[in-house]
């Protein structure tokens, strides 16, 4: 506690505004537990980056943390590009303080000498990553908390090729951050130095979108869409996008449409969740519409609900839009003749399914950790592949390479597409899905996330993982555990044979288990909430689309069993 309090006394001194100096003292004086969750550590870069509750503090989002991180980010990128002028672009999403805090941002970026371009209006996620290409930028920042709740926010930085930070950039980029004190952070900015941008942009991604979303699907005057933005940044673009590529039955849920941090309308503005879609599920019932689609604050992850074979809503998860998406994009790239070069990307925690489309396309099917990030580097690491499209379970899809991180508003576009498409031949999304399952195998996944937060929180997420290693799982559902990958030794063993075999992935905090019947059990934690999560992954061979809904069933008991052995859920 001597050492938080300390930390907490140095944002008294001068270099501090008045109301964080107050804001500090109150809880000096009063909140031991909140003080010290706000001061028992820095804030880290995750998988998304930066992201933490607003407020005071060395672990919060604030002007200071942001500057401090912004300041070493600058010191890097003159050291870097030291002959050339450095020119960045930054984008903000609905969130409260989002709009504030990226001034503060571009503001400490001019007073280091720094070109900024700044969007006029909150925008989504997968635009900054367009316009950091478009603009020739060195790097860009977008803040946002994704989906997190209403008093989070955030700060995701950007590399030259559009992507995220990846080593050794962000290794280089934390030590430098790390170096720094508060007091070196420049906040008196030369304001020429700054730019708003906003029309000539948009236009711009606007077109890409359709360009790399739009196949030309039939029956697309016949295909009814409910879109709601969940109060985010998407109602700017995803709108135009779909009109452009020719849908004229488009309802957007009103309510949702005007962006708004406090997200008044849902639980959570998370398209996982069930709950964020039932306005636009109670919407195309009383409609008739054949599809939803509700994105994230930031527009980069989608939920797709479509008409199942009983014809009612079905929320669809990540790994099954995903697999419908690679897939349609496999047959468009087919028309045209594969080569055996490309290659379409998933994440080690999403469907084995990709694998098994890969295989029947001839193409190869790369893995990477968690993060779009990782997929952003395989495109930059394999010039000489294309990149067809690709996804991880969390809702996120990549169409083709023109975006470097994941994106709901092409995403969206493509997903109407493939459900106007298969409207049109007398089929749909969902049946498509099952002939799918009955080509490439049945594969199905679920997601438990448990949250534990605070500083106690932190150490009981740091003992279960350490708890599952050191007392590793030796069956699951009767089927024995037969290899087991550690990724944070990048090893994988076969526990039949004791053989110990390097993971060419970058080292991450997360273990799987893989038993004989293709059972697939991971644990990590997250990188961007105060979140365990476990991924479940069973599947079969399905003989035909009559079997599905027995075989459906039977998955849905054995993962029940699983999750009540695992005593997880």
Known sequence: MEAILKNAKNWL?????????????????????????????NLE??????????????????????????????????????????KVVIAYDCRHNSDTLARTVAQVFAANGIKVFLFSEL????????????????????????????????????????????????????SEINSLSFEDIKFNADESLIELIDKKVDEAFIEA???????NAKGKDDFKIVFTSLHGTS????????????????????EQAKPDGNFPTVVSPNPEEPEALSMAIKKAEEIGADMVIGTDPDSDRLGVAVRNLEGEMEILNGNQTMIMMTKFLLDQRKKKGIT????????????????????????????ALTGFKWIAKMIKDFPDQPFIGGGEESFGFMVGDFVRDKDAVTSTLLACEIGANAKANGSSFYKDLIDCYVDYGFFKE?????????????????????????????????????VVEDYNTATSKNVLTGK?????????????????????????????????????????????AADYKKVDAEFDAKIERILKELNIG
């Open 209 to 215: 979108s359709v360009k790399n979303g739009n196949f």
């Open 500 to 544: 110990v075999t390097p993971i060419d992935i970058p080292k991450s905090n997360v273990l799987i288990y893989i038993t004989e019947d293709g059972t697939k059990m991971a644990a990590r934690p997250s990188g961007t909430e105060p979140k365990i999560k476990f991924y479940f992954s069973i599947n079969t061979e399905l003989k035909n």
């Open 235 to 254: 109602i700017t673009a995803i709108p135009e996008v779909l009109k452009r590529a020719g849908y004229k039955n488009v309802t957007i849920i009103e």
């Open 123 to 174: 925008r989504t996620t997968p635009e900054l990553s367009f316009a950091v290409k478009y603009l020739n930028c060195h790097a860009g920042i977008v803040l946002t908390a994704s989906h997190n709740p209403p008093e989070y926010n955030g700060y995701k930085v950007y590399w030259t090729d559009g992507g995220q930070i990846v080593p050794p950039q962000d290794g280089a980029i934390v």
């Open 13 to 41: 001194t001068d270099f501090f505004d008045d109301k964080t100096k107050n804001e500090i003292q109150k809880l000096i004086d009063s909140n031991t537990e909140e003080l010290k969750d706000r001061f028992y550590k």
């Open 340 to 367: 055996g070069k490309e290659f379409i990307a998933s994440t080690i925690v999403s469907t084995p399914m990709m694998d098994s489309l890969a295989k029947g396309y001839g193409v190869e099917c790369k893995t």
């Open 446 to 482: 679920k997601l438990i996330s448990l949250t534990k937060k605070g500083m106690s929180g932190a150490e009981e997420i740091k003992q279960m993982m350490i708890d599952f290693k050191d007392n590793p799982v030796e069956s699951i559902d009767g089927s024995k555990v037969v």
């Open 45 to 86: 870069f995750g998988t998304g980056g930066m992201r933490g509750i607003m407020g005071a503090g060395t672990n919060r989002i604030n002007k200071y943390t942001l500057g401090k991180s912004t300041q070493g980010l600058s010191n890097y990128l003159k050291q870097v590009y030291n002959k050339e002028q450095v």
